[in-house]
């Protein structure tokens, strides 16, 4: 039997949206194809590895891929700030057509001391009550000298025991290792700790104590304290666990008209710089474009001048769900004698029946990180967001997106997300880009409708010498495609041309309701994601999809 003649199921390049409209779920694509191995279980970290990889056909081709969408942000009674069970989190997760999840809780005392072996043991009670996701254990790290961090690790024998020798070694809110400032007596001392916490993390893999652990850094500009410096610090350290960071925070409900107040910004980005911020970001950074984050959503801005440098730094989106709008349960109340401190654990909730503060949306309703893997299981989706074949949507904009970049002399099925394509100078070569619109309304009762999709182009200069720069100014938005109207699932083929030197390509699109020069000007994005005014900032009206960069080296350049 050819390709051709292949059943839609044993394609795994089908995209998810088609399945579904067979009645077909990505976990049966990948079961179909034989992806998930007979001594697949829930909870190991060995098994995923007896499962069958696909193969590349052809030079320069990466696999066909499968996408599973997760979260790597979500909070449980075992954070000191949120309030539900770890089963309200997976069961919500499911409703939205999660596959994947971690759960990273606060790091303090009460955790370090009580709470991280307590939630083991319901993540692997979790586990077993949701046998079709994939449920990491994680730790928000409060890092040196800086923000927050996702830190998470393959499921295995040492994974609660790394993340708590982790959590009093190296937690700069536990050490006190928190000033960052300017003039800062510690600043140095602290900023040395951190890039010496994700060295340790990177041995602790190198020796196999655990499987796999990532890293990627939380709401980067929220405060303006992670400095461009600091965060290629942190992926020199060691790039292959500082994989990257959140291109959009959680909080997105932050700003719903008539919910918080009149100065709500989506994701919580409601704040000014400080002593402790990085004097070199403009007062604009501290908002949200669009609902990402400035440093991603700044056309030729922070993300894009450390892209070009030519290393890969990923980004991801999330809920950082701790309390959902409109939801009407409540923190319950703590027994006698008992508090976060002494127990690690918050009392678990309890329902009032009317709607209770909050700014966040249950994992999966409204933000979406979609993975590329070639099998099933824990190991492969840290492999995944390791290579970068990673894109993101809000408001479930998209069905599906596949991105492949090929020499037009080629007929295989070229580089994907995060990948790297060798090219002759002049070299004629094709961006093919696969779309598979919404097929369902959203959490919101919309039907999402993308507008437009939108090429940026950068140059590969290597590395920076100032390593606080935040600008790539030959990065610039080279086409716009206007997709209005389309349905189903189409491919759109852009034609590129390598030059003289090395570059890469990313992708962004919306659904077309907001939208104005970017931050560095219209000739550099002239359709870019703009900020709402504060208390204004309907998510559900202005919805965006990114991707990761593919790279394209020229050869002599």
């Known amino acids: 039997m050819t390709k051709q003649q292949l059943p839609a199921w044993a394609d795994p390049s089908v995209s998810p949206a088609f399945l579904d409209a067979q009645g077909m779920s990505r976990r049966q694509l990948l079961r179909r194809a034989g992806l998930f191995g007979a001594a697949f279980a829930v909870g190991s970290a060995a098994t995923p590895a007896a499962a069958t990889p696909m193969a590349a056909d052809d030079n320069q081709d990466d696999p066909r891929l499968a996408y599973l969408v997760g979260d790597h942000h979500v909070h449980s009674v075992y954070s000191h700030d949120a309030k539900y069970t770890f089963s309200q989190q997976a069961k919500a997760a499911a409703t939205y057509g999660l596959d994947w999840m971690v759960f990273n809780e606060h790091s303090n ?33 409060y890092i ?13 024998p040492h994974e609660v025991d790394l993340l708590t020798q982790f959590e009093l070694a190296y937690d700069g809110k536990l050490l006190g290792y928190t000033d960052g400032s300017a003039t800062g007596t510690d600043t140095a001392r602290n900023e040395a700790h951190a890039v010496k916490a994700i060295k340790w993390l990177a041995e602790q893999r190198r020796s196999g104590y655990v499987d796999d652990v990532l890293v990627l850094a939380n709401h980067p500009l929220r405060l303006g304290i992670d400095s461009p410096r600091e965060m290629r610090n942190w992926r020199d350290a060691a790039p292959e666990i500082m994989i990257g960071m959140e291109g959009a925070p959680g909080a997105q409900g932050a700003a719903i008209p008539g919910w918080r107040g009149t100065t709500s ?30 440093a991603t959503a700044t056309v030729g801005g922070l993300w894009d001048s450390m892209l070009a440098e030519g290393s890969l730094f990923s980004i991801t989106t999330n809920s950082d769900n701790h309390r ?40 999966g309703q409204f933000s979406r990180t979609h993975v590329g893997v070639t099998r099933y299981g824990y190991r492969a989706v840290m492999a995944g967001l390791r290579a970068g074949r990673v894109w993101l949507d809000h408001g479930h904009l998209l069905d599906g997106l596949d991105v492949r970049v090929k020499r037009d002399c080629d007929f295989g099925r070229g580089v994907t997300l995060g990948g790297r394509l060798r090219v002759r100078k002049g070299e004629k070569i094709s961006l093919y880009v696969t779309v598979t619109t919404a097929s369902r309304p959203n959490a919101q009762g919309i039907l999402p409708e993308l507008a437009h999709v939108d090429v940026i182009r950068g140059a590969v200069r290597g590395p920076v010498t100032d390593r606080d720069s935040w600008k790539a100014p030959d990065t610039k938005v080279v086409q716009t495609k206007d997709v209005s109207g ?12 390598a030059g003289d030197e ?37 998510p559900w009206a202005d919805t965006w999809f990114y991707s990761n960069p593919v790279f394209i080296d020229v050869a002599g350049a």
């Open 486 to 497: 389309r349905k189903g699932t189409y491919t759109l083929r852009i034609p590129l041309t």
């Open 502 to 538: 090395s570059f890469y390509v990313r992708l962004r699109g919306s659904d077309g309701n907001r939208h104005g020069a970017g931050y560095l000007g219209a000739s550099i994005d002239p359709n870019g994601p703009i900020p709402h005014e504060p208390g204004n900032g309907d």
């Open 265 to 294: 910004i989506r994701g919580e980005y409601e704040n000014k710089p400080s002593a402790q911020s990085w004097a070199g970001y403009p007062t604009d950074a501290y908002l949200t474009y669009g609902g990402f984050d400035w």
């Open 144 to 156: 040196p000298a800086a923000e927050h961090c996702t830190v998470f690790a393959a499921p295995g």
């Open 109 to 141: 005392f009460g955790h370090a001391s009580y709470g991280a072996k307590l939630e083991h043991e319901e993540i692997l009670k979790a586990r077993a009550e949701n046998p079709r996701q994939l449920i990491f254990q994680g730790l928000e790290w």
């Open 324 to 363: 959902t709008v409109f939801d009407t349960w409540k923190n319950g109340d703590w027994p006698t004698g008992q508090n976060f401190d002494n127990t690690g654990k918050l009392p678990d909730p309890v329902n009032t029946d009317t709607p209770q503060p909050g700014s966040d949306f249950w994992p």
